[in-house]
């Protein structure tokens, strides 16, 4: 599935905010044990990682880190 419910949601960003938001999703999946995870949590994960670059954060990995503490995670602050 992947980030890719950007083109069914009708959005379009930059290469960079897309970049941005690939490397980020790939990373919650990845600390999350990406194998079992159900495509709805992967929906849920990338329109967070949307809805955060949306308001202007382009860091994969504070995109990565807020996605998760959006979740219940709290993965220690950096």
């Known amino acids: ?4 419910i950007l083109a069914r949601q009708g959005m379009f960003f930059g ?6 938001m690939g490397a ?11 194998n079992d995870q159900p495509n ?3 929906e ?4 967070k990682i949307i ?7 382009s ?5 990565c880190m807020m996605t998760l503490k959006s979740l219940g995670f ?3 602050a950096n």
């Open 74 to 76: 709290d993965l220690g």
């Open 15 to 20: 290469p960079d905010a897309t970049r941005a």
């Open 44 to 47: 849920v994960i990338a329109k």
């Open 59 to 63: 860091n994969p990995d504070h995109l």
């Open 1 to 4: 599935m992947g980030i890719d």
């Open 40 to 42: 709805v949590v992967k």
């Open 51 to 57: 809805e955060l670059v949306r308001k202007g954060d």
């Open 24 to 34: 980020a999703f790939d990373k919650v999946c990845s600390t999350l044990g990406d």
